[in-house]
Nanobody, 119 residues
Framework: QVQLVVTGGGLVQPGGSLRLSCVASGTTVGINRMGWYRQAPGKQRELVAM???????EYGYSVQGRFTISRDNAKNTVYLQMNSLKVEDTAVYYC?????????????WGQGTQVTVSP
């Protein structure tokens, strides 16, 4: 089992910045990708950014150029630097870690953290 603990989030004005962190603990063998999804009220959960253990990043279209994902493998930690925040970035942000051991898929979720962008 893997536990994901999220820190960061909060209230910020449009144009501001926030940083999220997610630390993985437990049996992390087989975990390849870590990153973030978000869910706004009334909407489906969507990809924000994911990064593989070798540093290959994938971003959701709406955050490209504004958000940066990074990872410290030694600390089993993934970071999301969010700049130029918009009102539409308001959502609950969830940390995700996934991978596989052999043919067994692994998929873990952390607790959500609220990000609110408001004037």
């Amino acid at each position: 089992q893997v536990q994901l603990v999220v820190t960061g989030g909060g209230l910020v004005q449009p144009g501001g910045s926030l940083r999220l962190s997610c630390v993985a603990s437990g049996t992390t063998v087989g975990i390849n990708r870590m990153g973030w999804y978000r869910q706004a009220p009334g909407k489906q959960r969507e990809l924000v950014a994911m990064i593989s253990v070798d540093g290959i990043a994938e971003y959701g279209y709406s955050v490209q150029g504004r958000f940066t994902i990074s990872r410290d493998n030694a600390k089993n930690t993934v970071y999301l630097q969010m700049n130029s925040l918009k009102v539409e970035d308001t959502a609950v942000y969830y940390c995700n870690a996934n991978g596989a051991i052999g043919v067994a898929g692994l998929n873990y979720w952390g607790q959500g953290t609220q990000v609110t962008v408001s004037p």
